[in-house]
């Protein structure tokens, strides 16, 4: 019988089903950070169940509010790094080593093919990216993961998304997934599987491709999906290189994971990206899309270049390349945040970093940072945010602010105007 | 198994999401306690009070479409649990918090758009609907004072196991 992707990986990994329809899966990767795990955590050492299913399995990081801005953050951090410990967690990542969640882990190489993934985190949906199936779920979910390595789930559906075209100047894999919610609708995507398909999707890196992911969630998907191939392959090779005699044959082994043809779609949506413009969200929902000329002028407080969406090196360098040589408007307060210290460092050693300052941007750590309001970089009611992050959430960076999502190549021009404007009317950089 | 049904809190809105349930900047708590007094806190709804004190006699949610979109916070049913607030009703929720719901023993109960239309005739000026949960039958009641009525609904195996379990916790650990 045909399949989709996730179908694959549902039945290489059905450990039971406890009742018709309910897919109890067996867990490759259970990702865990600060916000969500020390509850678990609590809550298994109340039990008397202070116990993890595979150590070599469980990843941590500190990435929400790092380094910790007060005591109730600094003991979440404790939680973490005592349980860790005690747990022989080896792959914990502390101040200095840690990054973004839904950055840091794929480079790392945790990600694979066919991989079945929670964390207690919407954005999780990113890792599909690999081919994978990576759900955000609670922490009721975590808690069972982090004990019996396993997950129930509804086995979802699967949307075919056909990405088509080619895209214009000024146009990139964060453009394309807003028009893409922007058609679905923040819900039409629920207890769906997004695949992402067509020749501009095989065109991306896997930074583009896990900016699509990222964003599935915010259409309301399980997971967002892209076949694994040669793009795949050489992100994952010094992971790899040990476990198949050459590249070719990781990717035989890969590809069996794809999609077969004629699987069975729930519905299949085709864009043509050739005509697409810069796209920007003007509400409250991630649905609300407008060209980004649409809304040129809109006059933004603080422009935010990072997070698990943009926070990737090709994000900074894009946004660079319209900074370099460029102040930003003085009414703009300009932050970045590098997604992972990989990030950060890559992106000092070919001198973006220095670019961003000389614009009059403020670097921060590698964090997640103002993109949920519970770190730094905090809006005053009425304030507007430029922002290459993945929610516009009432209050999301803060009570009474205003969020509008765009590419980094967006976000870099509107720091330099001090009010939304299009990256297709400014030349790159270059003095 | 938790107590379901009481006075109704309406919200009369689709997609309310999760940062409105409990804004971000509460996540850094680590009791469900700390979370009591931030219920729907931002809350965008017109005329909408998140410090009315008549929101914490409320033991029913009844809403629209999509309700829980957002992020995966489980803070979201806790801040409602700890509010004594354990059944959800709604045209439709996002996934996570539809699952969160029920790995805490908590209900949500899905309604076609007509019943959630019909249960909405009951919105008062006086905020003085009152829901019954026969978890036994799947059927939930409504009284008001423009009349009552009764709705029928359903749950997967799955779902009712867990609110009978108390959790998906308890529920795993006894069979994994």
Redesign the interface.
């Known amino acids: 019988m045909a399949m989709t992707l996730s179908e694959k990986i549902f039945a290489s990994h059905l ?2 089903e ?5 897919k ?1 899966l067996s867990l490759d990767v259970v990702l865990c950070h600060e ?2 795990t ?2 678990a955590v ?2 298994l050492v109340a ?1 008397g ?1 202070d116990r993890v299913f595979d150590p070599s399995k469980i990843k941590v990081v500190i990435d ?2 790092t380094p910790a801005k ?1 005591t ?2 600094a ?2 951090g404790k ?1 973490l790094r005592d349980w860790s410990r005690r747990q022989g967690i080896r792959d914990f990542f502390d101040i200095g080593r840690n990054g973004v969640c839904h950055a840091l882990f794929p480079e790392q190489g945790f990600i694979r093919p066919g991989y079945t993934v929670i964390m ?3 954005h ?1 949906c990113t890792h599909g990216a690999f081919g994978a199936f990576a759900a ?6 975590l ?2 993961g982090i ?2 390595g ?1 997950c ?1 789930f ?1 086995e979802p559906k699967t949307i075919r998304v056909n990405v088509m075209g080619t895209a214009p100047e000024g146009v990139f894999a964060k453009d394309i997934i807003l028009r893409i919610i922007k058609e679905l609708t ?2 039409g995507a ?2 769906c599987v997004v695949e992402f398909h067509g020749d501009v999707v095989r065109g991306l890196s896997m930074e583009g491709r896990m900016t699509l992911c990222n964003m599935a ?1 915010e259409a ?1 998907g ?1 997971s967002g999906v892209c076949m694994p191939d040669e793009v795949t392959v050489d992100y994952l090779w010094p992971f790899i290189a040990a476990d198949y005699r050459d590249k070719k044959a990781a990717l035989a082994d890969f590809r069996k994971w794809w999609s077969d043809e004629g699987c069975e779609y729930v519905k299949a949506l085709d864009i043509d990206v050739s005509n697409l413009a810069p796209q920007v969200t003007y509400g ?2 991630p649905d609300e899309v407008k060209d980004a000329a649409e809304l040129a002028g809109t006059a933004v407080d603080q422009v935010y270049i990072g997070s698990c969406t943009n926070g990737r090196l090709e994000d900074l360098r894009v946004a660079a390349s319209y900074l370099k040589g460029r102040k930003i408007a003085d009414t703009v307060r300009g932050i970045v945040s590098p997604a992972t210290p990989k990030v950060f460092r890559d992106a000092d050693e070919e001198g973006i970093i220095r670019i961003f300052m000389d614009a009059g941007f403020c670097v921060t750590n590698p964090t997640c940072g103002a993109c ?3 770190s730094n970089g905090v809006l005053a009611p009425g304030e507007v945010c430029a922002s290459t992050t993945n ?1 516009n ?4 960076m803060g ?1 009474g602010g205003m969020v509008h999502l765009m590419s980094p190549a967006t976000a870099a021009v509107t720091a330099l105007e001090g009010s939304i404007a299009d990256p297709r009317k400014f030349a790159k950089g270059g003095r | 198994m938790k107590t379901f049904g009481g006075k109704v809190l309406f919200l009369d809105r689709s997609d309310i999401n999760t940062d409105e349930i409990i804004p971000a900047k509460y996540l850094t708590e680590i009791s469900k306690e700390a979370l009591k007094p931030h219920m729907l806190e931002d809350l965008k709804i017109e005329g909408f009070d998140p410090c009315d004190p008549g929101l914490h006699e409320a033991r029913v949610i009844v809403t629209k479409a999509n309700f829980g979109c957002g992020s995966s916070r489980e803070h979201a049913p806790w801040v409602f649990e700890i509010n004594d607030i354990n059944v959800v009703i709604a045209s439709s929720f996002a996934r996570i918090f539809r699952q969160n719901m029920f790995n805490c023993g908590m209900l949500a109960i899905e309604l076609p758009e007509e019943a959630i239309d019909r249960l909405f005739k009951h919105k008062g000026t006086n905020a003085n609907a009152s829901l019954s949960v026969d978890f036994n039958n799947n059927r939930i009641a409504i009284e008001s004072d423009k009349g009552s009525e009764s709705f029928a609904y359903s749950l997967s195996a799955f779902d009712k196991a867990l609110v009978e379990a108390g959790g998906w916790v308890e529920f795993a650990d006894s069979k994994y």
């Open positions: 450990r039971d406890p009742f018709p329809g309910t109890v916000i969500t020390p509850i609590n809550d039990r169940k929400h509010v007060d109730k953050t003991l979440q939680i207690g985190d919407s999780t955000g779920v609670g922490t009721t979910d808690e069972v004990l019996k396993v129930a509804r923040v819900k629920t207890d969630i309301g399980t409250y929902k949920l309001g519970m929610r959430f009432n209050g999301r009570k």
